[in-house]
Every structure is written in C-alpha cells, then in structure tokens.
C-alpha cells in the first residue's frame, strides 16, 4: 500500500454490509457519505473500540474498476 492511498481514506464514520458473517464496504455517494455523518451525529456520541480493531482500511477506487467489479458482483 502506497503512502498516498493511507492519506486518501479520511476518519470518519464508515457503513459495512454483513452477509454471512463477512463484511463488506459499501460504496457511498458524497452526498449519501454526508447523510451518513449527519445521521451519527444525530444519535450521539460514537464510542470507538479502540482495542477491537476490524483491519486496515483501503480505497477501493485506487483499485483498477474489473478488480472492484469483481468484489462487488461476489
């Protein structure tokens, strides 16, 4: 993973699809990304476990598009 690619995923809320006990991203749409950090700040104050963590995160669209087509259609 290159340097620029850990600057490009900001912190921040994030929404995972669970299927089968495996999560999934979701690709979000900035205006769905901003709804999504509306909706957190409305329901309070998010407690972060920061002794449970859930794996590096990366950009999936630095990935090239049949790669992350293929993730997406699995």
Not at 8 to 32: H, M, N, R, S
Not at 40 to 45: E, K, N, Q, T
Not at 49 to 72: T, Y
Request: aromatic residues 4%.
């Amino acid at each position: 993973m290159s340097d620029k690619s850990k600057m490009i995923v900001a912190d921040g809320p994030v929404l995972f699809y669970c299927k089968d006990g495996i999560l999934y991203p979701t690709a979000l749409t900035a205006e769905q990304q901003q709804v999504l950090k509306i909706t957190c700040g409305v329901i309070g104050p998010i407690t972060i476990m920061k002794d449970h963590p859930q794996g590096q995160a990366v950009n999936l669209l630095d990935k090239p598009v049949q790669s992350a087509a293929r993730i997406i259609g699995d």
